[in-house]
């Protein structure tokens, strides 16, 4: 199952070529034109970038691979291969199953009550070993039961989840919805029940602080609110580190506990000075979606892009783009849109914007476009630009050096 290809992330690049978008977006254009369009790339030097300076962040501390922010598997086995990089954070377990045939630790990222896939991994002692699977409640025990006993099964790996979401003075409740387990009196609470129950072993806590990772403290032309956003990082920040400590503390009165991840590529820095975390999980910095361009203490390179052709000329002014409508999830606004970056001065068109089968663009740089030309656009986030092709052209040196298979282009559509 393990891919061949020239893929090597262990030599961190000299130059930074994305720093001179009049050479580097042509480039790609140049490397790329004997493929049909749309054309996904990955620029080899700018993944390299991405991959250490992710390292560098997180000082030290091992990052376990969030697999839904590349779903390119020869990308995730390449970056595995590098001292610093250890284990993955599956979204699927479906997902889980597949990626542990090759992989040996998989963390289940969310639960899973997919009757199909807890029988196939309850019915083998190999992907039982290999794979965790996340609960934040008896519920998501007594579902695997109801799938299959525990005397007709391996033991079930399983990670408790903590919430991480803040209840902040007068702001109330700040964070993601995730698990209902939020003080360290819970959390121990139920690694006691986990302890208690047949056929499972409580061997991981995870809080994933997704309001700091995934927090722009920098928006664009929002001053005041990059400064509320900030005020509320770094206050999370403190609140989170000491409660997680004490969960972790709690939990281990009662359970061995092998790891604790916590993090994303937003919050490296925070989360690696959190001593009772011993993996971050972190994946969106690889591929560097443009929702990073917007934050104040890095800047990953865009490694990943896309290119759309000009399929027409409704006016002298407008050049209509192929398809286009590749939209971030998150709350719905214009961040959420795919960002237009070369040619430079292209925006959308405000009744249009980025559709299903064309998105037209304006502004000057649209006059000189030609039927069958390309435009350059990175999405917001950066796995899910994986879902919309099969395969990312490798660049490196000016040309193709290798076409990688996505999730989608091996046949997988997990969720």
């Given at each position: 199952?393990?891919?061949?290809?020239?893929?090597?992330?262990?030599?961190?690049?000299d130059?930074?070529?994305?720093l001179?978008p009049?050479?580097?977006?042509?480039?790609?254009?140049?490397?790329?034109?004997?493929?049909?369009?749309?054309?996904?790339?990955?620029?080899?030097?700018?993944?390299?970038?991405?991959?250490h300076?992710?390292?560098?962040?997180?000082?030290?501390?091992?990052?376990?691979?969030a697999?839904?922010?590349?779903?390119a598997?020869?990308?995730?086995?390449?970056a595995?291969?590098?001292?610093?990089?250890?284990g993955?954070?599956?979204?699927?377990?479906?997902?889980?199953?597949?990626?542990?045939?090759?992989?040996?630790?998989?963390?289940?990222?969310?639960?899973?009550?997919?009757?199909?896939?807890?029988?196939?991994?309850a019915?083998?002692?190999e992907?039982?070993?290999?794979?965790?699977?996340?609960?934040?409640?008896?519920?998501?025990?007594?579902?695997?039961?109801?799938?299959?006993?525990?005397?007709?099964?391996?033991?079930?790996?399983v990670?408790?989840?903590?919430?991480?979401?803040?209840?902040?003075?007068?702001?109330?409740?700040?964070?993601?919805?995730?698990?209902?387990?939020?003080?360290?009196?819970e959390a121990?609470?139920l690694a006691?029940?986990?302890?208690a129950?047949?056929?499972?072993?409580l061997?991981?806590?995870?809080?994933?602080?997704?309001q700091?990772?995934?927090?722009?403290?920098?928006?664009?032309?929002?001053?005041?609110?990059?400064?509320?956003?900030?005020?509320?990082?770094?206050?999370?920040?403190?609140?989170?580190?000491g409660?997680r400590?004490?969960?972790?503390a709690a939990?281990?009165?009662?359970?061995?506990?092998e790891f604790?991840?916590?993090?994303?590529?937003?919050?490296?820095?925070?989360?690696?000075?959190?001593?009772?975390?011993t993996?971050?999980?972190?994946?969106?910095?690889?591929?560097?979606?443009?929702?990073f361009?917007?934050?104040?203490?890095?800047?990953?390179?865009?490694?990943?892009?896309?290119?759309?052709?000009?399929?027409?000329k409704?006016?002298?002014g407008?050049?209509?783009?192929?398809?286009?409508?590749?939209?971030?999830?998150?709350?719905?606004?214009?961040?959420?849109?795919?960002?237009?970056?070369?040619?430079?001065?292209?925006?959308?068109?405000?009744?249009?914007?980025?559709?299903?089968?064309?998105?037209?663009?304006?502004?000057?740089?649209?006059?000189?476009?030609?039927?069958?030309?390309?435009?350059?656009?990175?999405?917001?986030?950066?796995?899910e630009?994986?879902e919309?092709?099969?395969?990312?052209?490798?660049?490196?040196d000016g040309e193709?050096?290798?076409?990688?298979?996505?999730?989608r282009?091996?046949?997988?559509?997990?969720?």
């Amino acid at each position: 199952m393990t891919t061949t290809s020239p893929l090597d992330l262990s030599v961190r690049p000299d130059a930074a070529p994305w720093l001179h978008p009049a050479a580097y977006w042509p480039g790609l254009t140049d490397a790329t034109r004997g493929l049909d369009t749309p054309v996904a790339a990955l620029h080899l030097d700018a993944l390299r970038h991405n991959t250490h300076d992710m390292l560098d962040r997180a000082a030290g501390t091992p990052i376990r691979i969030a697999s839904k922010s590349l779903r390119a598997r020869g990308v995730l086995e390449a970056a595995l291969a590098l001292p610093g990089y250890r284990g993955v954070l599956a979204y699927t377990l479906a997902e889980a199953l597949w990626l542990a045939e090759s992989i040996d630790d998989v963390v289940v990222g969310y639960p899973s009550v997919d009757v199909s896939m807890i029988r196939r991994l309850a019915r083998s002692a190999e992907l039982a070993g290999r794979v965790t699977l996340m609960v934040d409640s008896l519920d998501h025990l007594d579902a695997i039961d109801a799938a299959i006993p525990p005397v007709s099964r391996e033991r079930i790996r399983v990670c408790l989840e903590l919430d991480a979401a803040w209840h902040a003075p007068v702001l109330g409740r700040l964070g993601v919805w995730r698990s209902p387990v939020h003080t360290p009196d819970e959390a121990r609470a139920l690694a006691v029940a986990i302890g208690a129950r047949p056929g499972f072993d409580l061997v991981g806590l995870m809080s994933y602080e997704a309001q700091i990772a995934g927090l722009v403290d920098q928006p664009a032309g929002h001053p005041l609110r990059g400064r509320v956003n900030r005020w509320v990082r770094n206050n999370f920040i403190v609140e989170l580190a000491g409660r997680r400590a004490a969960a972790v503390a709690a939990v281990r009165q009662v359970a061995d506990l092998e790891f604790v991840n916590g993090g994303g590529t937003g919050s490296l820095e925070s989360t690696s000075a959190d001593t009772s975390v011993t993996d971050i999980a972190a994946g969106s910095g690889f591929f560097g979606g443009h929702l990073f361009d917007n934050y104040s203490g890095f800047r990953p390179a865009p490694a990943a892009a896309f290119a759309l052709f000009v399929a027409r000329k409704p006016s002298a002014g407008i050049a209509t783009l192929s398809g286009g409508g590749w939209i971030a999830s998150g709350p719905p606004g214009a961040d959420r849109l795919p960002r237009l970056v070369w040619p430079e001065g292209l925006g959308m068109v405000a009744r249009e914007m980025a559709g299903e089968v064309q998105s037209p663009v304006t502004g000057a740089a649209a006059r000189d476009l030609r039927v069958g030309e390309r435009v350059w656009l990175r999405h917001t986030k950066s796995g899910e630009l994986s879902e919309h092709v099969n395969e990312f052209a490798l660049v490196h040196d000016g040309e193709v050096v290798d076409m990688l298979p996505t999730y989608r282009g091996e046949g997988k559509a997990f969720l």
